[in-house]
C-alpha cells in the first residue's frame, strides 16, 4: 500500500469514528448515561471500548424494545464492521513499522519478542488516534506511541523494581553507543570512551552498566551437578495430595451446574476457552470468529465469567445445599 492509499484509508476510519461517536452522543436518556458509562464519545475512543459500548447498546435495545434503540444498535454495529475491517488492514500494512522501533529498542534486558508486542500495542494505540487531517505522517506519529508503550512496558518486563522512564532511555542510548563504537574500535570500548561518546560521566556510566539484571533460565543444568536444572531442586507443591484432589473432584461435581446459571453468551465462552463437553481448548482468537466478537471483548468475558464462577463456587461451599439450576 503506498502513502495516498495509506492516508486514505486513514481519513475513512477517521470519518467513521467520527459518525460512530456522533451515533453514541445522540443517544436518549437515560439510555446514553447507561450505555456510555460515564465516557465521552469521542473519535480516539479505542477499539475494544468501542466494542463494549455496543454491546451495551444493543443489550439495551433487547431490554427497552420501545425505546427506539434497535436503529441506532444496528447502525453502530454497521459502522464498527467497518471500521474492524479498515482498521485491520491498516494495522496489518504496518506491522513492520512497529518491529523496527522494537529492534531500536533491542538495547533492553527484555527479549525482541516482548518488545514487539509492546510495540505491537503501541501500534494500536496510534491508530485508534490518528487523525489524517492534521498533515503529519502516520509513520512520524506512530513511532511516538510506540516508543512510549515500549517504554512503559519495559519496566515490567525486566525488572520486579519499577525504573524511571528517563533512566531506562540512559540504558537504552549506552547500549546503543557501546554497539557502535565496538563496530568502530574492533574491541569492547573502555569506560572512558563511552563516557566521551555519551556525553556522560565515567562514573555515571559505570552505575549504569552495574545496573543491569541478569535472569536464571529455570531449565538451564546447575553447575555443581550439571544434569540437574534448577526448576528440579525446588520444592514440589502439594497439587497431589490427597485434600486437594477431593477438593478439585468436588469443584468439578459442581461445575455443569454453576456453569448453567451464567448467562448463555458467558457460558459458552468458558466452556469454548477450556474444552468443556469434549471439545478442545479454544484460543480468543478463535472464540472471537465464533461469537462474532473482537478477541478483546472475549478476553473481557471470559473475564467476568471466572469472577462469576468464582463468586458462585465460593458460596456453594458456604452453604452446601444451596440449590443451582441445573443445565438442560
Excluded at 475512543?45 to 444498535?73: K, N, Q, S, Y
Excluded at 477438593?247 to 459442581?254: A, G, V, W
Aim: charged fraction near 30%; aromatic fraction near 4%; proline fraction near 5%.
Amino acid at each position: 500500500m503506498d502513502a495516498a492509499a495509506e492516508m486514505q484509508l486513514a481519513l475513512r476510519m477517521r470519518r467513521v469514528r467520527e459518525r460512530l461517536a456522533r451515533s453514541l452522543d445522540r443517544l436518549p436518556e437515560p439510555h446514553r448515561g447507561a450505555v456510555l458509562d460515564g465516557v465521552d464519545p469521542t473519535p480516539e475512543l479505542a477499539f475494544a471500548l468501542l466494542d463494549t459500548i455496543i454491546a451495551r447498546l444493543e443489550r439495551a435495545a433487547d431490554l427497552h424494545p420501545d425505546a427506539g434503540l434497535e436503529v441506532a444498535a444496528r447502525r453502530a454495529r454497521a459502522l464498527f464492521g467497518v471500521l474492524a475491517a479498515a482498521r485491520s488492514t491498516f494495522i496489518t500494512r504496518n506491522l513492520r513499522l512497529a518491529f523496527h522501533f522494537a529492534r531500536r529498542m533491542s538495547g533492553f534486558d527484555a527479549p525482541l519478542a516482548d518488545l514487539i508486542q509492546a510495540a505491537n500495542l503501541g501500534l494500536l494505540e496510534a491508530v485508534d488516534r490518528f487523525d489524517p487531517r492534521r498533515e503529519v505522517r502516520f509513520s512520524s506519529y506512530a513511532g511516538i506511541w510506540i516508543t512510549r508503550v515500549i517504554l512503559r512496558e519495559i519496566p515490567l518486563l525486566t525488572q520486579t523494581v519499577r525504573i524511571p522512564d528517563y533512566y531506562m532511555r540512559l540504558r537504552s542510548h549506552l547500549a546503543q553507543s557501546r554497539r557502535v563504537l565496538a563496530d568502530e574500535l574492533g574491541r569492547d570500548p573502555t569506560l572512558g570512551e563511552m563516557a566521551a561518546k555519551t556525553d556522560l560521566a565515567e562514573n555515571r556510566v559505570r552505575d549504569i552498566l552495574k545496573s543491569k539484571v541478569t535472569t536464571v533460565d529455570l531449565d538451564a543444568p546447575r553447575q555443581e551437578t550439571g544434569s540437574q536444572s534448577l526448576a528440579d531442586s525446588l520444592t514440589a507443591d502439594e497439587a497431589d495430595s490427597p485434600q486437594n484432589t477431593t477438593i478439585l473432584k468436588e469443584l468439578l461435581d459442581l461445575l455443569p451446574s454453576i456453569l448453567a446459571s451464567l448467562e448463555p453468551r458467558l457460558s459458552r465462552v468458558v466452556r469454548l476457552r477450556y474444552g468443556l463437553g469434549g471439545e478442545r481448548p479454544r484460543t480468543l482468537q478463535e472464540i472471537g470468529v465464533i461469537l462474532h466478537l473482537s478477541r478483546e471483548r472475549v478476553r473481557q468475558l471470559e473475564d467476568e465469567a471466572t469472577a462469576l464462577l468464582r463468586t458462585r463456587f465460593q458460596r456453594r461451599a458456604r452453604s452446601p445445599r444451596a440449590a443451582c439450576p441445573m443445565p438442560a
